[in-house]
């Protein structure tokens, strides 16, 4: 079949059954700027580019507003690691509702979290945030305080939210400077960032000829776009370098943090990084944005540790952090249970969870290989993400059609909720819009079996 005759086979599909969700989308956009809503537009798929209304999710499954059941992929974009409506959690947050849920003088619960964080990973210091954006933001600009140099390193591939300093994805070829791609986002912001190879021997030449302006070089150790790549000789070099070189090694662990085990990837790779930033799982679906990591550094967000009733004062002059809603104390109850949650039985939850993804993800590639379809996943802890060279990426679109929601950005998660029985459901989805889209003539085999 002709590319655009299936394209309009599934959009017009698609549209019978999302009608609701297309129907609120057209009659809000005049007043709702939704970036989502028109992702990745193309004139071909308009009818379909649309991002997904629901308002019911349980378990694996959320219900969009035209009352179809899909089984979810998305998880909140990795903050929901237990599941939709996850009873320990929403009965943590329904009791502190109760209690309270006011900002102003500070909850107990933030320095109660503070040490149990420290308890478990290692980290010297904690101070809290509201998103991962703001977390990696904050770290940098602690990292340049305290080192007095103002450049940072960042690597292709990677993603740490929407902070101007990191959003570009090209560089120049010779200075290496990120380079500006996004209207707004303007060259004079990036000139202070340079984008590397990620898992490059250049990278750490460079990293150490132009060590005496880095303040930071920030990784995200393993991508959630690129989650096969995993290269731990390259983590174990950069921080020898960069502790030689007084350049803070800060570790993204928005995704990693507390999924791949409670010591994120720090744990993982065996390297102590100066600062970290988490989100997502530790805020059990609530926002949430942490730095963490070496005192050296974090003393630079409130002058360092003193005593009452001595003679001790801060000792470092601080840089500048604050934020309405930083410890929010529905954030913090919530945390405070994913925490107790995710280490009760030496981390179980996350050990079963993690090994169920890896099963799945190789049972994936199973078929995909015996039928010879172009199209793989890669994994890592309990995310996963689809290889879909070209036009294979409306695969998304066939396994919306087909009950399974992916969102715009594709990576994917696995929780809990996803059972053994949900699993199979979801492999037999994606088995069936593998040989739709063949049957479409869009899947093309490698090789005649
Ligand atoms: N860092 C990483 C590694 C992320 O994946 C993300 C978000 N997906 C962020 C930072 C930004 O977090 P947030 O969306 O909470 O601002």
Redesign the pocket.
Known sequence: MLIFVVMNKIQDQLKVKTEATRKLTQQNRKHFALNRASAGFTTELKEITFTLLSDSSEGAYLLDVDGNQYIDLTMG???ILFGHNYAPIREAIERQLRQHWSVGPMTPLAGELATKIHEVTGVERVAFF???????MVALRLAKAVTKKNKIVFFKG?????FDTLLSLKNHPETQLAQEIVPGVTQSILNESYLLEYGHENALTFVEQHADEIAAVLV?PV??RNPSLQPRDFLHELRSITERLNIALIF?????GFRIGVGGAQAFFDVKADLV?Y??VIGGGL???IVAGKSDYLDATDGGFWEYGDASIPKVKPTFVAGTFCHHPLAMAASLKVLELLTADNEQVLKTLNDKTEKFCQQLNAFFEEEQFPISVSYFASLFRFTTPGKLSLLYNYLLNNGVYIWE?R?CFLSPGHSDEVLSQLLQKIKQSAFEMEADGILKRKAIK
Do not use: L, R
């Open positions: 974009f990795g903050s509201n998103s991962g954006t703001e977390a990696v990677a993603y740490h939210g929407t995200e991508q959630s993204d662990e928005v995704i990693c930033t989100g997502k926002p949430i944005g950005g990576n």
